[in-house]
C-alpha cells in the first residue's frame, strides 16, 4: 500500500495553506482529507458586508512564499477581480471573497484533496513502511459509507475548533442557536418579538448590527456580555509585533499558570470587535434612538449562570460580575455568540499513548507543532493556543507555521523560516542579562 508522507485531517484554511505549499514540492507525498463534500469557510456567518481582521497578504501562502500561483491576489487575476481589488483600495478582503477563494485553491490541488472522507480512526502500525512504522488512517465516504484506508508516515491535525456555549446555555430546547447557524435560522429570529446575544466578540457584534439594521421596530434586542465592555481589537503596529516568531517562542518560554494569565488578559489582540463596527453600531444605536422603535438593552459584565425554557420564553439569570448582584431577564429567543473551542478528535484514541499531552488533557505542543512522543510523526494546527500564544488562530501566522511543519518534515527548509521580525525585545535582552555568577544590584 503506498504510504504519504505527510497526511492532513481536516481542511480548514491552516491545513489548505500547508497543501498548496507543500503541492510544488518534487520530494513530499501528501494528501489531505476532510468530512465535508463542499469546504465553506463560517458559512453561517458569511454576512454581505463582514470583511477579514487581517489584510489580503494573510492569504494561504504569500507571506512564506508571495511568488505562488496559490496566493489571493493570483486568484484575483484568474477571476478578473484584480483591478476591482487595486481601486477599493482596501487591504481587508470581503469574507466572501476569502471563502471563494480558499475553495478555488482547494479545486488546484487535485488529488492532493479528498473531500468527503470522514477520518473514523487512526492506528499505529509498527511493521508497516518496511517495518519504519505509519499511522494507519481510517476514513468513510460519506456518501457511499465505504471505509477506506490509508498510511502515512506523519499527520497534521487540522480539524479546527468547534462551537462553544457556556454550560447553562448547553442543549437548551426551543430557539436558542449558536452564532455558527445564525444565516441558517435569521429569519427564525426575526419572527421574535425579543432576542438576545450573548457574547462580546467580532460574531455577536455583526449578529447585532445586522439585527438592528432588520429587526422590526418593536422587537427588544439585547446585547449582554459578561466582559466589562464592547471592546475593540488592539490594532496598532506594536501591537501586532505580538503576532510574531519571537513572540510565540518568549510565550512558550514561560510556565503553564503564567501562559493562562497572559491569554485571559489579551482578549482584545484577538477576540476584540474591529474599531469600525464598534462605531457603526453606535450609529445605528443613535439612529434608532430618533424612531418609536423599542430601545435596545446593552448589558455588560454580566454572566448568565443559569437558563430554563418555559415552551414559550426564555428566562436568562444573571450575575453582575462587578456588583455580585443576580438578576434575570425573559427573551423568546437566544443567539450564544461564545466563540468556540479546540477539542481533541475521538479518532485519536487507538494512539493516545503516542501523544503528549498537559495536566488538562490537551495537546502538548513543541516549538514546531509536533505533539507526538516521537517528535516528528504528529503536528497540529490552530489547537496550541495555550502553549503557543493566540498567534494559535491567526491566519497572519498560518503560512509561517506551515513553512516550520515543512522544514521539520523535510529535513531543510523549502520556504526560509523567519526567526525574528519584531522590533521590540520580549524577554530580557541576551546583552542585559545578567551573568549567573553576578549578585543581584551589582554593577556588571
Keep these: 500500500m503506498r504510504v504519504h508522507d505527510l497526511l492532513g485531517i481536516g481542511l480548514g484554511p491552516f491545513n489548505l495553506g500547508l497543501a498548496c505549499l507543500a503541492e510544488p514540492l518534487p520530494d513530499l507525498d501528501c494528501v489531505f482529507l476532510d468530512a465535508r463534500e463542499e469546504l465553506r469557510w463560517h458559512p453561517g456567518m458569511m454576512l454581505p458586508d463582514a470583511t477579514l481582521q487581517v489584510p489580503f497578504l494573510a492569504d494561504l501562502v504569500s507571506l512564506a512564499d508571495p511568488t505562488s500561483p496559490f496566493s489571493f491576489l493570483a486568484w484575483l487575476k484568474e477571476t478578473g477581480r484584480l483591478y476591482p481589488f487595486y481601486v477599493r483600495e482596501s487591504f481587508y478582503p470581503m469574507r466572501a471573497e476569502y471563502d471563494a477563494y480558499c475553495r478555488w485553491a482547494a479545486s488546484r490541488l487535485g488529488d492532493t484533496v479528498a473531500l468527503g472522507r470522514e477520518v473514523v480512526s487512526v492506528e499505529w502500525d509498527a511493521a508497516a513502511d518496511g517495518g519504519a512504522g505509519a499511522y494507519t488512517v481510517h476514513a468513510r465516504d460519506v456518501r457511499t459509507g465505504a471505509t477506506e484506508t490509508r498510511l502515512a508516515r506523519r499527520l497534521v491535525l487540522g480539524v479546527g475548533t468547534r462551537p462553544h456555549r457556556p454550560a447553562p446555555l448547553q442543549d437548551l430546547p426551543g430557539p436558542a442557536w449558536h452564532s455558527a447557524d445564525y444565516l441558517a435560522v435569521r429569519d427564525a429570529l426575526l419572527d421574535h418579538d425579543d432576542v438576545t446575544v450573548v457574547g462580546s466578540g467580532q460574531s455577536a457584534a455583526e449578529i447585532v448590527s445586522d439585527l438592528l439594521a432588520s429587526a422590526r421596530p418593536d422587537v427588544r434586542l439585547r446585547w449582554v456580555t459578561r466582559s466589562p465592555r464592547f471592546f475593540p481589537l488592539e ?31 489579551q482578549a482584545g489582540l484577538y477576540k476584540g470587535i474591529s474599531s469600525d463596527l464598534v462605531d457603526q453600531i453606535h450609529e445605528q444605536l443613535y439612529r434608532r434612538s430618533l424612531t418609536d422603535a423599542v430601545p435596545p438593552q446593552l448589558v455588560t459584565s454580566a454572566e448568565v449562570v443559569d437558563a430554563a425554557y418555559d415552551g414559550a420564553r426564555f428566562r436568562l439569570g444573571l450575575r453582575h460580575r462587578d456588583t455580585d448582584e443576580d438578576f434575570a431577564l425573559t427573551t423568546g429567543a437566544v443567539v450564544s455568540a461564545t466563540g468556540y473551542r479546540a477539542e481533541v478528535p475521538a479518532f485519536l484514541a487507538p494512539v493516545a499513548d503516542r501523544i503528549r499531552w498537559d495536566e488538562q488533557g490537551r495537546f502538548l505542543a513543541t516549538p514546531d507543532f509536533t505533539v507526538d512522543v516521537a517528535d516528528g510523526g504528529i503536528f497540529v494546527q490552530n489547537a496550541e493556543l495555550h502553549t503557543h500564544g493566540f498567534v494559535a488562530p491567526d491566519l497572519g501566522m498560518g503560512a509561517w507555521r506551515s513553512s516550520v511543519i515543512l522544514a521539520k518534515v523535510l529535513g531543510h527548509e523549502p520556504y526560509p523560516v523567519e526567526r525574528r521580525v519584531a522590533f521590540q525585545e520580549f524577554g530580557v535582552p541576551a546583552e542585559l542579562a545578567r551573568p549567573a555568577d553576578v549578585p543581584a544590584g551589582v554593577a556588571r
Design 235 to 265: 490594532y496598532t503596529k506594536l501591537t501586532l509585533e505580538l503576532t510574531s516568531p519571537e513572540y510565540s517562542r518568549h510565550f512558550q518560554s514561560l510556565d503553564p499558570a503564567r501562559r493562562e494569565r497572559l491569554l485571559a488578559s
